[in-house]
């Protein structure tokens, strides 16, 4: 089978189960099996395509996210090892990652947590982009911890790492970031969320309780579509000042930041 009947089978499988971007995700799987970029794929129409591709392409149909088929995600400047371990990391997380370094900018050596790190996405995006921060990430899962061990060794890319939970915003940061589950409920969401720890996404009222709880100079949260308004109120009750909401790349207002 070449590339190009390939593309023509991927693009058609995925649509069939309502994946939402049929021809992207066609593109970004026959790359991989071929070990190749995406733009690449455009001159090579008719290499053939070895075999794994069918599975891919099942597993995707089955909508399970494209990261975990892949194995690995773009997140900020770094490629990051993903699997159910941990969430997808997320474009809207990219801006949160933005927002922590501007307000850390002017600091040498500021100390960093990352509250509920997952794969390390956050933690290691800030530990690249401001190569003095001293960048500490928790999670509650061991699970978790390992996928992020396991990326900030392939990234040579020195954070610590360890178990630890909410009392963890006790100790005493210049920064603390979060993306807390903010979740409801996963009924009526995309099936690929299924796929995904539960634990990660489904939650409430934790970025009242982180900000009422953390001892640190800034604050950055990732929130829910809609939340922002509501987060901001509270960190606003809670003292902090210049608190500020950001928008994602969609224009809905993602993260919530404050100051002490």
Known sequence: MTVAEALRLAEKRLGAADVDTPHVDSELLVAHVLGVTRSQLHVEREREVPDGLQELIERRARREPLAYVLG??????????????????????????ERCLALIAGEPAP???DLGTGSGAIA????????????????S?????????????TLD???DLHEAGLEAVEEGWDLVVSNPPYVDSLEGLQPELRY??????????LHERIAATARTRALVLEVGDGQAEGVAAALG??????VRITADLSGIARVVEGER
Request: hydrophobic share 45%; charged share 25%; aromatic share 4%.
């Open 111 to 113: 100390r960093v947590l």
């Open 157 to 159: 890319l020195d954070i």
């Open 72 to 97: 690995e995600w773009g997140f900020r400047h770094l490629t990051l090892k993903t699997d159910t371990r941990a969430l997808v990391p997320r474009p809207e997380t990219e801006i949160v990652v």
């Open 141 to 153: 899962s061991p699970d978790a911890l390992a996928l992020a061990r396991e990326n900030s060794e």
């Open 237 to 242: 009750a809670l003292a902090y000042r210049n």
């Open 124 to 139: 290691l995006a800030i530990a690249d982009e401001h190569p003095g921060a001293r960048v500490t990430a928790v999670d």
């Open 196 to 205: 995904e720890p539960e634990l990660a996404l489904v939650g409430s009222g």
